[in-house]
């Protein structure tokens, strides 16, 4: 079957697909299950065209086997294994594999994917067969089989005058070679981590029940906690497999990378290394990241005030009087000791056009600064790729209310430099409170 088309599009834009390619032979609408459950894009129908407006997520989308949507974010973005980490954010996976460059960087958000690919990989390995190579077996026996080795059978038996034994030498297929040692060693490595946490997730224990039959499968092989596996030039790629042996190629790479705690570049997908198409919510990628980066700091720095989730312990009513719906910004900075908030940050996944946030943003922010009684307010943006500014700037101020906007390059290198400049801003607006 040839390969799907692929359509590239930006997170929130619009890309056109040929009707036909999205039904069957009975007209009826063919969209895996995964993706039509979603809600990844907005559909409308024009003149024979399916157009599709990507929505919040990024990431190879199969539609069917003849297409796939590669969804890239609306912002410059750099390092997204670094803002996984630090949002401890979920990735979510479909059914279609694409090519990623490799990372020296290894990120927990990896471990049910890396896991999930090894096992499959390795299903398959166990259903056609392990590669099994050749080794020189001596022993000293009575019964002989292969050569005899005169020699040493004179130096080590006759000298000292045992006559019914014999120095033989043979040569046995053997599974417990470098390569089948490399992938016991990646799945011993993921079972470890997948049931460090506690208690362990029911979709990890899935993972764990598929693994240990596996691994019962590779018993014969030696477990390799030196990993010298990785100079072998079967398992580096330098050596050829055996053609009936080529379905070991994705295993060992991936194992190889799982063994030396390797990541991958989550951004484009120009390498080599073939896993599931992971699929991210940018908005809550870039919502999370900012609060945890910020919280983090908060601690590093001592700071008195505390840094919520106001979608969660931070959030408050909207109206004074009850009933009420919530007030949840992103990010509420909250003084435990008088209870008040002299900070709050809303955090928005649009860059920003003609220096000004969007209106409803800003009306969003007031209404919360009132529910509040809050007199800083901040809105952030990621970088766009029209603009050079990042950093903070005010936005306007209604009496002794003031609303300001940070601007966030999440394509700055190092991206810790830009963190540190976050989280100055942020203090620098907690002064002026204080003035």
């Known amino acids: 079957m040839p390969a799907p088309t692929v359509y590239r599009v930006r997170e929130n834009e619009t890309t056109s697909v040929p009707v036909s390619d999205l039904l069957d032979g009975d007209g009826e609408l063919l969209v895996n299950p995964e993706v039509e459950s979603k809600d990844y894009f907005a559909v409308h129908v024009s003149k024979g065209r399916l157009r599709l407006q990507a929505r919040r997520h990024v990431g190879l989308i199969p539609l069917n086997e003849r297409v796939s949507i590669d969804v890239e974010p609306r912002t410059p973005v750099r390092n997204l294994l670094h803002l996984l980490s630090v949002a401890r954010h979920p990735l979510e996976t479909l ?18 994917i890396y896991a999930h690919s090894l096992i499959e990989r390795l299903e398959e390995i166990a259903a056609r067969g392990l590669l099994r190579e050749y080794e020189r077996r001596t022993e000293v026996t009575q019964f002989p089989r292969g050569r005899i080795l005169a020699t040493a059978t004179a130096r080590q ?45 029911p979709e990890r224990r ?12 590779l018993g014969a092989v030696r477990l390799d906690r030196s990993r010298d596996f990785l100079e072998d030039g079967l398992v580096a790629g330098t050596t050829r497999l055996p053609a009936l042996r080529s379905y070991y190629r994705p295993a060992l790479d991936l194992a190889a990378a799982i063994a030396q705690l390797h990541g991958v570049q989550l951004e484009g997908g120009t390498g080599t290394r073939k896993l599931p198409s992971t699929i991210l919510d940018m908005s809550d990628l870039f919502e999370c990241y900012l609060r945890n980066t910020l919280a983090a700091r908060a601690r590093e720095r001592g700071w008195e005030q505390r840094v919520l989730d106001g979608n969660t312990e931070g959030s408050t009513d909207l109206f004074d009087a009850k009933p009420s719906p919530k007030a949840t910004p992103d990010i509420v900075i909250r003084d435990p000791a008088s209870g008040e908030t002299p900070a709050l940050i809303e955090i928005k996944n649009v860059p920003v056009k003609k220096d000004r946030s969007e ?74 409170q204080t003035t």
């Open 95 to 112: 059914p279609a594999e694409r090519s990623y460059a490799t990372s020296s960087q290894w990120s927990g958000s990896l471990l049910d």
């Open 359 to 432: 209106r409803s943003a800003i009306q969003q922010a007031l209404t919360y600064s009132l529910a509040y009684r809050c007199k800083r307010v901040v809105l952030a943006h990621p970088r766009g790729y029209a603009s050079d500014f990042t950093g903070l700037r005010p936005q306007g101020q209604i009496g002794d209310l003031s609303l300001y906007q940070y601007v966030f390059d999440l394509a700055a290198d190092p991206i810790e430099d830009e963190e540190d400049r976050f989280v100055a801003a942020v203090e620098e607006v907690l002064a002026k």
């Open 157 to 201: 038996l006759h000298s000292r005058g045992i006559r019914h034994k014999a120095v033989t030498a043979r040569f046995e297929r053997s599974p417990d070679n470098a390569a089948n040692r490399c992938l016991k060693y990646a799945l011993w490595l993921l079972s470890g981590l997948l049931s460090e946490e506690t208690p362990v997730r």
């Open 206 to 217: 899935l993972l764990l029940d598929r693994a240990a039959p596996l691994y019962e499968a």
